[in-house]
Every structure is written in structure tokens, then in C-alpha cells.
């Protein structure tokens, strides 16, 4: 199986600043890569498909890039409702689809 | 809008069974492969199951592969998540979720119901 790895696990930032969270493939995995984000209680939401795509309605301060094993999502100016948990997840070939742990990003 | 509405959750003793239930609305669900995707409280997401649009095709994660079966009728809208034999581990919030992509496997999860949360416990 692939396994993802995120880092960091937990980010403190403030509204305004440029944050960047890293997904890394134990294996190459090409642009299979998808970034979701999650509020308490919520269900995760699609941000970035295809490791740069953006998904129809999410604002352009978010964005990806990578391919191969290592992938960034990248917040240009975090807004207050920015502050979640985010996911990365592999869509490589045959099941299983595997996330990583998960990063934290809270208000400092 | 596309609407993934899930049921069917609670408690349940281990070794029991459970179905859940996702109604589906507002798009072609007989077009579309759908997930199960899950959540242990307090920790990240795992996926458990995938289904072809059809019904042709399923794939399991291992954890699961033996005890729980994916199914669906399109005529109803409507996927299932059967799950036998249930462990102290299966406790989640289990999702269901859209693949994006039109009559095949893109592994990518456009739209996701709201959750039905599974606890297993004597």
C-alpha cells in the first residue's frame, strides 16, 4: 500500500500569512494527489484535485503543486474560516486510497 | 445540487451487523462510482469501500475485506455499506462520497454526505 505523509501534523498562523503544508508518497504516485479540508463536525470538502486543480467554487488563495512523491497545498492569505484540518490523499492506480494523518492549522 | 444523505448508524455490540443506507440526489447516480470513507473519533479519514456505477466492480480495504459488502440500486439512488461482524475498531463516523468521475475510478471525492456515526460497544 502507499502510504502519505503530511507535515506538520499542526500549524499555528494568523489571518494574513502564507501557509504551506507538504504531502509526501512512499512511492511516485504522478499528480494523483487531492488536498480536502475539514471543519469540526463536518464532512471534508474537495480543494485541489490532480495535485494543481483547483475544485469549481473554492478561492484562489488555495493551490498545489508537486508531482512524483512530494506535493504542497499552499494558503496565499489565510482568511478566519481557513482554519481546519486538512488532508492529502492518493488516487494512484488500484485501491486502497490512502490520506494522510491529517494537518491541523489553528489560529495563533 | 448534488445531496448524499446517510443513515442506518448507531450502537451496535461487537460481533453484531449493521447496514447504512446513502440516498442520493441531484445527479445521474447511476453514472457514477461511489465510496465509503470513515472516521474514527478524533482521527483521520480512512477509505473502506468503492462500488462501479454499475455495480460490476467493488474494492475493499483490507480491514474490512470478509466482513463488510458494498451494494447498490440505482433504481432507488440509493448505496449501501452491510457490515457483518463488527469490531471495536469499526467505531466512525462513516461517510459516503461521490467519485468525480463519469462511469469509471478516479478515486477522487467530489461531494460527501453529512455522516452516520457506528459505535460498536458491549
Known amino acids: 500500500d502507499i502510504q502519505m505523509t503530511q507535515s506538520p501534523s499542526s500549524l499555528s498562523a494568523s489571518v494574513g500569512d502564507r501557509v504551506t503544508i507538504t504531502c509526501r508518497a512512499s512511492q511516485s504516485i504522478s499528480s494523483y494527489l487531492n488536498w480536502y479540508q475539514q471543519k469540526p463536525g463536518k464532512a471534508p470538502k474537495l480543494l485541489i484535485y490532480a495535485a494543481s486543480s483547483l475544485q469549481s467554487g473554492v478561492p484562489s488563495r488555495f493551490s498545489g503543486s508537486g508531482s512524483g512523491t512530494d506535493f504542497t497545498l499552499t494558503i496565499s492569505s489565510l482568511q478566519p474560516e481557513d482554519f481546519a484540518t486538512y488532508y492529502c490523499q492518493q488516487s494512484y492506480s488500484t485501491p486502497p486510497f490512502t490520506f494522510g494523518q491529517g494537518t491541523r492549522l489553528e489560529i495563533k | 445540487q448534488v445531496q448524499l444523505v446517510e443513515s442506518g448508524g448507531g450502537v451496535v455490540q461487537p460481533g453484531g451487523s449493521l447496514r447504512l443506507s446513502c440516498a442520493a440526489s441531484?445527479?445521474?447516480?447511476?453514472?457514477?462510482?461511489m465510496h465509503w470513507v470513515r472516521q474514527a473519533p478524533g482521527k483521520g479519514l480512512e477509505w473502506v469501500a468503492f462500488?462501479?456505477?454499475?455495480?460490476?466492480?467493488?474494492y475493499y480495504a483490507d480491514s474490512v475485506k470478509g466482513r463488510f459488502t458494498i451494494s447498490r440500486d440505482n433504481s432507488k439512488n440509493t448505496l449501501y455499506l452491510q457490515m457483518n461482524s463488527l469490531r471495536a475498531e469499526d467505531t466512525a463516523v462513516y461517510y459516503c462520497a461521490k467519485d468525480e468521475a463519469v462511469t469509471t475510478l478516479a478515486a477522487t471525492f467530489d461531494y460527501w454526505g453529512q455522516g452516520t456515526l457506528v459505535t460498536v460497544s458491549s
Open positions: 462500488i462501479r456505477y454499475d455495480g460490476s466492480n467493488k
Open positions: 441531484g445527479f445521474t447516480f447511476s453514472s457514477y462510482g
